[in-house]
């Protein structure tokens, strides 16, 4: 940046009101599985992640939380459908709060990212279809032993789906949380029935896009009906192939979700940039996010690779309100001070993303005042 442009307010800096939440800034931490929740249990260790990463009126996004016994699909992750993990979110989240944090929970079913070992009595994993995954996130097919075919929800099935999110949305505000993100992306449960790729279905959940869209909608007015919009985000990947989840028609389906979101009046809508056709790469891409972000009527959120000039860019020229930001944050827990002094970032160790350590790769990343 410029002399000039440095004298100015950074956009990234700049405050932001997200409904009844004053926001300081626009850096988010997005959503990370981290794997260090033994048991299924949200960990004591976790209280000093997430705070290292707080600052007064910044907004974080916790890890994907399972919402019943179902919905685990990775070891070590964490859940807020039983009382144990209830208590245990909650000295993380007072972390956060004596911060100044706002710390939503982002619920999750990883449907048949799974295996049958994760399931109680050992039974298939749940999806929309019957079809096995074929190349997990990292876009290996390598891995695609490692989950086990699934089996269809049947039709009466999945209104207790519904409500096994709704109670894990009352679970995360009795545990301090200030509101719920739904994990609608990246291959998982709800992100199956909204692809066509995936959802082969012949009722009233599979085929058009209508259709298709009814199951995570319905799981977002219950949840709406249960802590109010206000409280409630969504997350979208309609561009992505993650887990082995594409769509015919991706603009269209992020529209659509988009405008029916926006009927709900939820908080925000959290979309992943077309260009993560990888987790891990950007590509080039026709896509824009432009006409999902026209259709949604409350606060945009992107994520996607987004550096710190990309991450200005986007919040000047209006295409977002908010910027998400994974591995960076992972690496930088004062990501936010870095950024305002254009200061060396540390490098990320994807070795230690999904390691179960409790400190390495978790939080001994060191601060700027610290690594002079």
């Not at 015919?248 to 056709?277: F, K, N, T």
């Not at 006409?291 to 996607?304: D, E, L, M, S, Y």
Request: aromatic share 10%; charged share 20%; proline share 6%.
């Amino acid at each position: 940046m410029t002399e000039k442009e440095n004298e100015e307010v950074m956009p990234l800096l700049t405050p932001y009101n997200m409904g009844n939440f004053n926001l300081s800034h626009r850096i988010i931490l997005a959503p990370l599985s981290r794997s260090r929740s033994y048991n299924f249990v949200a960990q004591p260790h976790a209280a000093l992640y997430y705070s290292q990463r707080t600052t007064k009126g910044g907004f974080l996004i916790g890890e994907a939380s399972g919402v019943s016994e179902t919905a685990q699909g990775y070891p070590n992750t964490p859940g807020i459908w039983t009382r144990e993990q209830v208590e245990g979110w909650k000295p993380i989240v007072s972390a956060v709060h004596e911060k100044g944090g706002t710390f939503f929970c982002q619920l999750w079913h990883a449907g048949r990212v799974s295996d049958h070992s994760f399931q109680p009595d050992g039974q298939a994993p749940i999806s929309c279809t019957d079809k096995r995954i074929q190349k997990d996130i990292s876009n290996s097919a390598a891995a695609t032993n490692r989950y086990t075919p699934p089996r269809p929800l049947r039709t009466n099935e999945i209104p207790m789906i519904v409500n096994d999110f709704r109670i894990a949305a009352k679970n995360a505000i009795e545990a301090g949380f200030d509101g719920v993100e739904i994990h609608g992306a990246n291959g998982y449960l709800l992100d199956q029935f909204l692809k066509d790729k995936v959802n082969d279905r012949d009722d009233e959940y599979g085929g058009n896009i209508q259709n298709r869209c009814r199951f995570p909608l319905q799981v977002v007015k219950a949840i709406v009906d249960e802590i109010g919009a206000d409280k409630v985000g969504v997350r979208l990947s309609p561009f992505a192939d993650y887990n082995d989840c594409g769509d015919s028609d991706p603009q269209a389906l992020g529209i659509y979700m988009a405008q029916s979101l926006s009927q709900l009046g939820i908080l925000y809508c959290h979309v992943i940039e077309p260009r993560m056709v990888t987790q891990f790469q950007k590509f080039d891409t026709k896509w824009s996010l432009m006409p999902i972000r026209k259709a949604f009527n409350g606060t945009f959120i992107v994520a996607g690779g987004y550096n710190r000039s990309e991450g200005n860019q986007v919040i000047a020229s209006g295409d977002a309100d908010l910027v998400a930001y994974g591995r960076l944050f992972l690496a930088n827990p004062d990501l936010p001070t870095r950024f305002e002094v254009d200061a060396e970032l540390n490098e990320p160790d994807p070795n230690t993303f999904y390691t179960h350590d409790p400190v390495i790769g978790y939080t001994d990343y060191p601060f700027l005042q610290s690594a002079s």
